[in-house]
């Protein structure tokens, strides 16, 4: 084992700068050649990869692209109990030389995995995202180029600075210091298909202080994933560190968290299973050497509040970004609005049925759409029925309302007005396109927030909007245990990593703040060394003596 024989210094890192892919430009360019080529080749073939070597099980199962089900990007062959169990064993077997390889070595794979994505392979990973995912340019550039390249990057940032966070005293002939271990065992990492980012983030946080990770795919961002794990490995990850093993989510999540081994969780997805595997892992604690780290980020129930003194315009502008893009489909999109009667008569509801009206929803092939089809045919059939079971219930869809499955899974955006505060769409996670709005009298803002925090059990991200500073304040206050990422006259999704680290508490998660220092903790365990330069010449102290 090599030695480091330097205190190193990682590069100065920033966010990756975002391409525009405006008409003529030379990334739409290669973007849409990108897509086309892969278009053409599909649908691909993917296997296991266990210990680097692919594995095909024999059980197919399929990735249909959500703009056109018909067809699939994707089969993958579904992890069997055997390859989850040599997925285990190798990655254990490689715990302790990866554990053992110096900082700088781990650092310098994330950075070149980051510049691969950045690089050569920006185009490809961005076509996977939008053809399996269903996102369009723009959202796959948020997602699969530059928030990946910043997860990864700042990942390296971010451990650097915790391992530079050593006891600030050391007492006469006394030497102090803190290591930073990582966690005995393997890290299941349960992944979503709604961000290609979070695929990577989930398995690479662990990963870098020095952890092994069983990877479990979602069945829908399969192709996704599996590019980024290759290029992973081309940066240098030893091909045990990661393993890779689509399939049955519940079985091959039950065989990992059964295991002696098994150390940690990192998931990302639904409040109802986060519970169920956290009583899961409960229930085996006598199974287990120690306790296992549970970090997991789930549902919202997102809202936006609007003071009698926000803008109109840019009030409705940040309200159909943050519920409508990627058609809703991220866990801190708008859900639930609050507008004051002032500003709803006076230009807020005919913008807002306006400019939702005029979005346009198609294929991520055509350049032209801002949102797509909802991911497949089971968050399909639940939006719908839904919105539904909302206008059965007397609630008025004021804009879209419709849908159409015949050859992608696309619904219109649809805003939805109650008067009841706590009805269904104003209290159920919904995951899709819709927008349900509440108008409240202006005497009634004060009453808001209690309203607000009351409604539902999540808190994962809320706005304010107001010109009023006493108001703003007032919101800010009573909202703090209410959304774990808030915001000010701005929409409630789009954090970015290094600037606004995310994450929910309550229903929404553990909020353990993905994009900064604070995750990692999660994944290392902590060892305290004294060393003593003056040996003592008596066992007695002065409080002894006469």
């Known amino acids: 084992m090599s030695s480091q024989l330097a205190s190193f210094k990682v590069p100065v890192i920033d966010n990756e700068p975002m391409k525009n892919y405006g008409p003529g430009s030379a990334e739409r360019q290669a973007l849409q050649a990108a897509v ?33 089900h018909s067809k699939n990007l994707a089969t993958y062959h579904a992890a069997t109990p055997e390859v989850v169990a040599s997925a285990i064993e190798g990655a254990l077997a490689a715990r302790q030389t990866w554990e053992e390889l110096p900082w700088a070595d781990k650092a310098a794979i994330f950075l070149k995995t980051a510049d691969l994505i950045a690089g050569k392979y920006r185009y490809e990973i961005m076509a996977a995202t939008m053809l399996g995912q269903g996102k369009n340019a723009w959202q796959a550039e948020i997602d699969a180029a530059a928030e990946l390249c910043d997860f990864l990057r700042f990942s390296v ?47 690479g946080a662990p990963a870098i202080v020095g952890n092994v990770v069983v990877w479990k795919p979602s069945p829908m961002a399969t192709y996704a994933n599996y590019i980024t794990h290759k290029i992973f490995l081309e940066a240098g990850m030893p091909p045990s ?31 109802h299973v986060f519970r169920q595997l ?15 780290r549970i970090v997991g980020e789930t549902g919202g129930k997102n809202f936006h509040l609007y003071h009698p003194t926000a803008d109109v315009k840019s009030g409705v502008v940040q309200a159909i970004r943050a519920a409508f893009e990627y058609s809703g489909q991220k866990c801190s999109a708008l859900s639930r ?34 949102t797509g089809p909802v991911i497949n045919k089971p968050a399909f059939d639940k939006i719908t029925g839904i919105i539904t079971k909302a206008k059965e219930q007397g609630d008025e869809v004021i804009a879209g309302g419709s849908w159409d499955e015949s050859t992608g899974y696309f619904i219109k955006p649809t805003v939805i007005v109650t008067k009841d505060p706590k009805a269904l769409t104003m209290t159920t996670e919904i995951f899709g396109p819709v927008l349900t709005v509440y108008v409240y009298e202006d ?38 245990n209410s959304a774990g990422n808030f915001y000010i006259n701005d929409k409630c999704t789009g954090a970015v990593v290094g600037q606004q680290p995310f994450g929910g508490a309550r229903a929404s998660g553990t909020n353990d703040k993905s994009g900064s220092m604070s995750i990692f903790n999660r994944f290392v365990s902590m060892r305290s060394i004294k060393e003593n330069f003056v040996a003592p010449e008596d066992y007695k102290y002065p409080s002894n003596l006469l």
């Open 36 to 68: 086309d080529k892969m278009l053409k080749s599909a649908p691909f073939e993917v296997p296991c990869i266990v210990n680097g070597k692919e594995i095909k099980t024999g059980d197919i199962q399929s990735q249909p692209m959500p703009h056109d």
């Open 157 to 203: 940032k971010y451990v650097e600075d915790l391992y530079q966070q050593q006891p600030p005293r050391n007492s006469t002939g006394v030497w102090n210091r803190v290591e930073f271990r990582p966690l005995e065992g393997f890290v299941l990492a349960v992944t979503p298909f709604n961000f290609t980012a979070i695929g990577g983030n989930l398995v």
């Open 278 to 292: 956290w009583k899961n892992i409960a229930g085996n604690l006598d199974v287990y050497r120690g306790y296992p």
């Open 337 to 370: 609005c609050y507008v004051p009667a002032s500003l709803w008569k006076n230009g807020f509801k005919d913008t807002l049925i306006e400019e939702t009206e005029k979005i346009t929803i198609g294929p991520c092939t055509s350049w032209d759409h801002f």
């Open 443 to 480: 005497s009634e803002f004060e009453a808001m927030p209690k309203l607000i925090d009351s409604t539902t059990d999540y808190a994962l991200t809320g706005s304010i909007f107001a010109q009023d500073r006493y108001a703003l304040q007032y919101v800010a206050h009573h909202l703090r």
């Open 241 to 271: 560190v990661i393993q890779f093993v689509p399939g049955n989510p519940p079985e091959v999540v039950k065989q990992c968290i059964d295991h002696k081994d098994f150390s940690g969780l990192h998931f990302t997805g639904s409040t």
